[in-house]
Structure formats: structure tokens, C-alpha cells
């Protein structure tokens, strides 16, 4: 079964930084694209980022320079490092396991964890 525990959010002030995990178990880790989404209520999902399976990653405009998404496959752990949060980062964060188009297409990824920015 997979299993993907998201953890690590919280409340910052703006331009304070988090470290989200996710903890990964019942498939090949090391072999798969994995993917950080976010969600608010009122909007729809948007995509974060992705790290393929070369340790790769890729970013969505409004977090580059300011996110870091990293996986240490020994651990079957992927993370997202969050610098310099802004109050419109505040979302449900979720991991999925998948490129971009299969995590986006999905609809529903799991348990997610609440990053809230606000001073």
C-alpha cells in the first residue's frame, strides 16, 4: 500500500521559513517523480514543485528562488525547504508521488499538512 505522511507545516510570520516532509513507504521510492501541490478553499489546487528521479527539480514560478525541494532516497524521504514565506503561500500543502500532469490530474493526494503565513 502506499503510504505518504506529510509533515512539518505550521504558522510563520512573513518571511520566516519552514521544512516540509514527507515520509514515503510501499513503493520504489528512488523510482519515481515525486510532487509537492498546494490548496486553499477558494482556489484551486496549484502545482509547487516536482523532483524527478535524477534529483531534478523543477518549481512553479511563484516559489522559485524561494523553495528547495530535495529527496534523500535512502530514507524514502522528500522534502520542501520554504524560505522567505509570503502570507499567499498559506495553503494545505500535499506530497504525491508522480510527475506534474499525473499529480495534477489526480485530484486528491492524502493527508496534507497546513502552512499558515501571517503576522
Known amino acids: 500500500e502506499v503510504q505518504l505522511v506529510t509533515s512539518g507545516g505550521g504558522m510563520v510570520q512573513p518571511g520566516g521559513s519552514l521544512r516540509l516532509s514527507c515520509a514515503a513507504s510501499?513503493?520504489?521510492?528512488?523510482?519515481?517523480?515525486m510532487t509537492w501541490v498546494r490548496q486553499v478553499p477558494e482556489k484551486g489546487p496549484e502545482w509547487v514543485s516536482t523532483?524527478?528521479?535524477?534529483?531534478?527539480?523543477y518549481y512553479a514560478d511563484s516559489v522559485k528562488g524561494r523553495f528547495t525541494v530535495s529527496r534523500d532516497n535512502a530514507k524514502n524521504t522528500l522534502s520542501l525547504q520554504m524560505d522567505d514565506l509570503k502570507p499567499e503561500d498559506t495553503a494545505l500543502y500535499y506530497c504525491?508521488?508522480?510527475?506534474?500532469?499525473?499529480?495534477?490530474?489526480?485530484?486528491?493526494w492524502g493527508q496534507g499538512t497546513q502552512v499558515t503565513v501571517s503576522s
Open positions: 504525491a508521488r508522480g510527475s506534474r500532469a499525473i499529480v495534477m490530474s489526480r485530484g486528491s
Open positions: 523532483i524527478n528521479s535524477h534529483a531534478t527539480p
Open positions: 510501499g513503493f520504489r521510492f528512488s523510482g519515481y517523480d
